[in-house]
């Protein structure tokens, strides 16, 4: 249970946790508040969220935490109440050693949105130090001669506190020679001298001991004290005397030990050892003193390393007293010159490892920088690398954040190395690297791209089903799912056969697979469209068309389109028996549902009644005489001609052709190939005119002749029978292709075909050529199919 007058000591103490003021500058808050040390771990000191006007638990939602320079954390933050509280007893003395005001700097960091505000916690002395005499006794030798009103300086008593709680006043125990005058120095610090009052007798009192008390001015007062030992000695009446009463020197704080600062000298205008000057520091303090003198020289040295971030003046206090006892003092004021011998140091506040693709401007760091040197040896510069895409924003006082400059692309940088540097403007110029590493996490921002924009695949016709038939292939520069591709097929709009009867895709590498046995025939191409989908989210896709190619097989034998094989009635060709040697006989026509080489198709004279009398001409299948036709040949000749296409293997068909050799019948001359080169030779004009009106004549006559000839044959023939050169009913067999270039529709000659509607009537047509044709342009075109045959067709 508390007394009284512990409740009222406590009361006092929260009296003075106040707040001093709420500063505002660019952006950001300054927060003063004052508090005593030596308050007790865990207390009190304010409530941050109430004086920055947040609510309850927005610290905790911001992220709000303490942040000190060094490695300890004097205050702690509660987030959930906004209570800022001590983290252990503070002592005055220790922080901030003699300086006044004692003010500790913390920074209050929130972050969503970044914000930074400045804390001040005050540090009001209390009086906890007692004054402390560093010499338990001190000697003086006063000669019994010295005048009443002499005045001897003493040793001053050290208290670490402050203000009105430091040294205020000196007593000497009552005696009837001597009083204390207590002054003022310069640094505000208080001194005491020793004046005499009344004249010394040695033969009296060789001897006297006085108790010198130092009061400080705490309430209540705290007090130290030493022994003043005075021996009275003869007369010297001269004291020693320094050329300065005040030594200025700078001295830098690197400089070696044992260097000299400055060397002090007095005079003593005595003899003997009464003018012999010995120097001394006054305060003789040597544990905390840097400096040492030499009592013979007065020259002053360095004893210990000068650090100016510590101490950056000193005041040294030098007596020099003569071999009587009297003494002389001076001050030496000695100013530590600073240099660059502290590198810039960076605390790190907040970091963040990894951050999105394609976000906008990111705090990726929060950081501070400090130097404790001065001057441009103190003033600081950060910098990261020209190469990349970040920023450094400086904040409040010495807060950086570290920004992205854009949008970052994973795909086309992972990961950044930022190294941020921090250089002082001193010389040399010392410099702090820290690195971070940040990674770019991924987006889905890239759809899967196909290897080619479309793609086209050959496939042998009559392939075995699921046969691979070839790959497509995608990539999605993505990482994780969002480049994990998947496959598909796209339908058609308009499709003329289910995609899904002809081709399959596996969805995870692309491959294709013929579903069914393809028909070159049926269907020489198709094509369609892959779309290839990552897996991200949203999921992006991209298509190629894909171009299926049928290659063709030699799976058709040729088709004879004449002579007709079907006819119920072989066709029977007139060649009058004075034909020249190479006269056209007739020519077979064929074609083959394959395509290329397998469609080129060739003729071979196979079986003839008289070997050596026609010959078949390979190419075209014309069919001309071979030589004359002798009035002793049969009437009648049968030729079997072997058409034959240049597939792997070979395929063919045979035709049976009837020869019926006439007497009296002509015919136009048609040259052989060899003739019409020869023709081509350049000729006299008036020749030229002359042949060409006669073989016009002679074409005329002869035409005229041979149509009637035929006619009365054919006639002749129909009474004796249902019709030579007759079609039966039915249909022609499917798919009849002309191909450009192959089998002998695409020779120099055009053949009209006329054909019997039926048994009925008796009027026909036999081939027969018609010149000049043109050659097959194209490709190969398939020929419709017909139910019956009942009209003229006409081949090319």
Not at 289 to 304: C, N, S
Not at 402 to 415: I, Q
Request: net charge negative; aromatic share 8%; glycine share 6%.
């Amino acid at each position: 249970m508390e007394t009284a007058p512990a409740k009222t000591l406590q009361k006092r103490q929260v009296l003075f946790l106040t707040i001093l003021l709420f500063l505002w500058e660019t952006g950001s808050e300054e927060i003063r508040y004052s508090m005593q040390e030596e308050t007790e771990s865990g207390s009190f000191v304010a409530n941050l969220a109430k004086d920055l006007g947040l609510r309850v638990g927005e610290l905790a939602t911001r992220g709000a935490r303490i942040h000190y320079k060094g490695n300890k954390q004097l205050l702690q933050l509660d987030i959930t109440t906004g209570n800022l509280l001590l983290n252990e007893k503070l002592d005055r003395e220790v922080l901030c050693r003699a300086t006044d005001p004692c003010i500790l700097h913390f920074q209050l960091l929130l972050e969503n949105p970044v914000q930074i505000i400045q804390v001040d916690v005050q540090l009001t002395d209390i009086n906890d130090h007692s004054p402390e005499f560093l010499e338990r006794e001190m000697l003086l030798k006063i000669p019994e001669s010295v005048q009443t009103g002499t005045v001897f300086p003493l040793k001053i008593a050290q208290d670490f506190d402050i203000g009105s709680n430091t040294v205020q006043n000196y007593t000497v125990s009552p005696n009837s020679h001597f009083h204390v005058v207590t002054h003022h120095r310069g640094d505000g610090r208080k001194y005491p001298e020793l004046v005499l009052d009344k004249a010394l007798d040695r033969e009296k009192q060789p001897e006297l001991s006085l108790t010198l008390t130092a009061l400080d001015g705490g309430a209540p007062p705290r007090s130290g004290t030493t022994t003043v030992r005075i021996e009275v000695v003869d007369i010297n009446d001269n004291a020693p005397e320094f050329l300065q009463s005040v030594y200025e020197v700078q001295i830098p704080e690197n400089s070696p030990l044992n260097s000299l600062v400055v060397a002090v000298s007095a005079r003593d205008l005595d003899a003997g050892t009464y003018g012999k000057v010995a120097y001394a520091l006054f305060q003789g303090d040597e544990v905390t003193q840097p400096f040492v003198i030499d009592e013979t020289t007065g020259e002053i040295g360095l004893k210990k390393a000068l650090d100016f971030e510590a101490t950056r003046f000193y005041n040294v206090e030098i007596a020099a007293t003569d071999g009587g006892g009297l003494s002389g003092k001076c001050t030496v004021a000695i100013e530590v010159v600073d240099v660059n011998d502290n590198a810039p140091e960076l605390t790190m506040s907040r970091l963040i490892s990894s951050i999105p693709e394609n976000s906008p401007e990111t705090v990726v760091a929060v950081f501070s920088v400090s130097d404790p040197d001065s001057g441009d040896n103190g003033k600081m510069v950060s910098s990261i690398q020209n190469d990349l895409p970040f920023l450094l924003k400086p904040t409040f006082k010495n807060f950086y954040t570290l920004v992205t400059e854009r949008p970052l692309d994973r795909e086309e940088r992972a990961g950044y190395n930022i190294t941020i540097t921090v250089t002082d403007m001193g010389t040399p110029r010392l410099k702090t690297e820290h690195n971070i590493t940040v990674l770019v996490s991924d987006v889905n921002d890239n759809a899967p791209a196909f290897t080619q924009t479309s793609y086209t695949l050959w496939v042998r016709e009559n392939n075995s089903p699921a046969l691979h038939i070839g790959s497509v292939s995608a990539t999605d520069p993505d990482a994780g799912a969002n480049a994990q591709v998947t496959y598909s097929l796209l339908p058609p709009p308009d499709p003329l056969v289910p995609l899904a009867t002809l081709v399959s895709i596996n969805p995870d590498n692309g491959h294709l697979f013929a579903l069914a046995s393809l028909d070159y025939e049926a269907l020489r191409a198709f094509e369609f469209r892959v779309g290839a989908a990552d897996r991200g989210s949203p999921a992006l896709s991209s298509q190629a068309l894909v171009r299926v190619l049928v290659a063709d097989a030699n799976d058709n034998a040729p088709f004879v389109l004449y002579p007709l094989q079907n006819a119920s009635a072989p066709c029977t060709e007139l060649v009058p028996r004075a034909a020249e040697p190479g006269y056209l006989v007739t020519k077979v026509v064929a074609v083959d549902g394959d395509a290329g080489q397998n469609a080129w198709l060739s003729f071979q004279l196979l079986k003839a009644t008289e070997p050596g009398l026609f010959g078949v001409w390979a190419h075209n299948g014309e069919v001309r005489t071979a030589r004359l036709l002798l009035a002793r040949r049969a009437p009648k000749q049968r030729l079997v001609v072997l058409v034959r296409d240049n597939g792997e293997p070979p395929l063919s068909a045979s035709v049976t052709l009837h020869v019926l050799l006439v007497d009296g019948f002509s015919q136009p001359y048609l040259p052989p190939p060899e003739a019409e080169a020869a023709a081509a030779a350049p000729a006299d004009p008036l020749t030229v005119y002359l042949v060409v009106a006669l073989a016009s004549v002679s074409s005329l006559f002869l035409f005229s002749v041979l149509v009637f000839v035929a006619v009365r044959l054919c006639r002749r023939a129909g009474a004796a029978s249902a019709g030579r050169c007759a079609v039966p009913e039915g249909h022609f067999p499917g798919h009849l292709l002309d191909v450009s270039g192959t089998g002998t529709l695409s020779q120099r000659y055009q053949y009209e075909v006329c054909l019997t509607g039926g048994t009925g009537t008796r009027e026909f047509n036999c081939l027969k050529p018609i010149l000049p044709t043109f050659p097959l342009q194209g490709t190969v075109r398939e020929m419709e199919e017909n139910p019956t045959v009942r009209s003229s067709f006409l081949f090319n």
